[in-house]
C-alpha cells in the first residue's frame, strides 16, 4: 500500500474534520495531489487538487473557502482540512497522487493521477 487515508468519521454540520493521507515511497513525493469522493448511488467527484512546487491549488466550487489541502514538511502526509461541513459532504474521501506534473486544469481528472488511498468514510450528520 502507497497511499493510506484516514481521519473520516461522524460529524455534525458546522463541524470540521481533517483527513490525513500518508504516503510512502514515490507516490508521496509526487509532482500533485488531489482529494476525490464519492456519496452512495453517484460517481465519484473532485473536490481539490494541488501542485507542490507551485503550491497553486484547484478546488471544486463545493469546497472553496471550507476545505484546503496542505503536507507536512517531510512530504509524507498530505492533509485535507474540512470545516464547516455540509451533510452533503457525507462521501467516501480518496486520496491520490500524480508523479507527473499536470497542469492545474488537469487536476479534477482521475486520470492525472498514478496511486491512489483506499478512502475513509466522512458522514455529516443535519
Known amino acids: 500500500v502507497q497511499l493510506q487515508a484516514s481521519g473520516g468519521g461522524l460529524v455534525q454540520a458546522g463541524g470540521s474534520l481533517r483527513l490525513s493521507c500518508a504516503g510512502s515511497g514515490r507516490p508521496s513525493r509526487g509532482s500533485a495531489v488531489g482529494w476525490f469522493r464519492q456519496a452512495p448511488g453517484k460517481d465519484r467527484e473532485f473536490v481539490g487538487g494541488?501542485?507542490?512546487?507551485?503550491?497553486?491549488?484547484n478546488y471544486a466550487g463545493s469546497a472553496k473557502g471550507r476545505f484546503s489541502i496542505s503536507r507536512d514538511s517531510d512530504k509524507t502526509t498530505m492533509y485535507l482540512q474540512m470545516n464547516n461541513l455540509k451533510p452533503e459532504d457525507t462521501a467516501v474521501y480518496y486520496c491520490?497522487?500524480?508523479?507527473?506534473?499536470?497542469?492545474?486544469?488537469?487536476?479534477?481528472?482521475?486520470?492525472?493521477?498514478?496511486?491512489w488511498g483506499q478512502g475513509t468514510l466522512v458522514t455529516v450528520s443535519s
Open positions: 494541488i501542485r507542490w512546487n507551485e503550491g497553486s491549488p
Open positions: 491520490a497522487a500524480s508523479i507527473r506534473r499536470p497542469i492545474l486544469s488537469e487536476l479534477p481528472n482521475p486520470s492525472t493521477y498514478d496511486y
